[in-house]
């Protein structure tokens, strides 16, 4: 069996109305099959302005708006107009890349007709709820995630840390790894601009903190923004600069009221304003991966992260950066101090930083995911 007679459904709550870490490595995962010949059909929730446009063919499902969040859909059906799609379209595996009722239908559909399936984990939605104060629910939201992922085929996780949660949370007897690549022509440390960093004000002396992401809560806002007040409590000299945009982004600017907001930033604006600060911080833990931690290493600049999935197989400690626990600002502040203070020590980490992000190519990232399926589609046939 070859990439060719491959027909993969990708059933996905966003593929391309909201723009985000996961949805980008889906569509360029598509472009990848796209190009080798295989069959892909995509069924996603759709709005009228999408965020930008889908990689190959994209069917609408039905989805509502998520209340306090109505920038995101549920999708929670498959009706029989698409039932009927997906039975023309035969396809020899079934992927699923979000927890959801669509999810949960989709399996069924695939178990039904004996067709493979495959779940993407992207996102630690279960994480989510503390910022919502619903933290009560995380066990049984877990438990709902264990149902859907214990009755697919295998499931792929992005890093070996959101591996072993996996594992220990009993998701499958299957679990593989399906990485994340970086483009190494836009996030380079040769797209630094010094003049873009003085037309914000800042001094070519002055070391720059960063925050690359979508500005929503579970991001680590608040702690981001208490490291900051500790780190300007010691009297560090430092900048912030906050790259992104999103609902909480008002919040964001009362909590930093001296960082220089710079909007959502893409293309080669964005790989300039990353490889344009000294220092990335991500405080988040709802990380799988962490596309924005490897996008900064890549750019030859040290990370100081929590330690959580994601990050935690990415930043090795003491030698890219520093990996600090989750919500001890002493310790963010300490770390951020240590590179803002020594020039050495953050150029050393930026280097090893660089060095690692060559081990992540996008088309061998992609590849294993390929193989993984023609082996489902394989076995199933």
């Given at each position: 069996?070859?990439a ?9 709550g966003n ?32 709005v ?25 859909r549920?999708p929670y ?9 997906l ?9 699923i ?17 004996d067709?493979?399936t ?11 709820l ?8 995380e066990p ?24 072993d ?7 499958n007897d299957?679990?593989g790894?399906w990485?994340?690549?970086?483009d ?6 040769a ?18 903190i960063?925050?690359?992401?979508r ?23 430092f900048?912030?600069?906050v ?24 293309g080669?604006?964005l ?19 962490g ?5 900064a ?5 040290p990370?100081v ?18 990996l600090?626990?989750?919500r ?17 020590s ?5 280097l090893?930083g ?7 190519s ?5 590849q294993?995911i390929?193989d993984?399926?023609?082996?489902l ?5």
């Open positions: 069996m070859r060719t007679d491959l027909r993969i459904a990708l059933f996905s593929y391309n109305y909201v723009r985000d870490g996961a949805n980008q490595a889906l569509n360029r995962l598509v472009g990848y099959l796209l190009a080798q010949g295989a069959a892909v059909r995509v069924y996603s929730p759709t009228e302005h999408p965020a930008f446009e889908p990689t190959g063919d994209l069917v609408s499902v039905p989805s509502f708006a998520i209340p306090g969040r109505e920038e995101y549920f059906s498959i009706p029989a107009s698409v039932r009927q799609d039975a023309d379209f035969a396809p020899n595996v079934v992927q890349a979000s927890p959801d009722f669509l999810a949960q239908k989709a399996v069924s559909w695939a178990r039904k007709h067709v493979a495959l779940a993407s984990i992207h996102t630690r939605f279960e994480t989510y503390s910022y919502y104060h619903l933290g009560a629910l049984l939201l877990t438990i709902y995630q264990r149902n859907l992922y214990r009755r697919c085929d295998a499931i792929v996780a992005p890093s070996e840390s959101m591996a949660v996996l594992r220990e949370e009993r998701m299957r679990i790894i990485s994340r690549g970086v190494k022509d836009l996030f380079d440390p797209r630094r601009d010094m003049a873009w960093r003085r037309s914000l004000g800042i001094a070519d002396g002055t070391p720059v960063g925050f690359v992401g500005l929503v809560m579970e991001k680590g806002l608040d702690v981001f923004a208490a490291a900051i007040d500790a780190l300007k409590a010691r009297g560090t000299d900048a912030t600069i790259v992104g945009d999103g609902p909480a982004r008002a919040k964001f600017e009362e909590l930093l009221p001296d960082a220089h907001f710079v909007g959502f930033q893409k080669d604006d790989g300039r304003a990353v490889a344009s600060i000294d220092i990335f911080l991500n405080p988040s833990v709802t990380e799988t991966f596309n924005v931690t490897l996008e290493m890549s750019c030859r600049v990370v992260a929590a330690r959580a999935t994601g990050s935690a197989s990415l930043v090795v400690d003491g030698v890219t950066g520093r600090v626990e989750p001890d600002i002493a310790a963010y502040a300490d770390a951020l101090a240590s590179y803002c203070e020594d020039t050495a953050r150029t050393a980490a930026g090893a660089e060095a690692r992000s060559e081990d992540y996008w088309d061998a990232v992609n294993r390929v993984l399926y023609l082996e589609a394989e076995r199933d046939r």
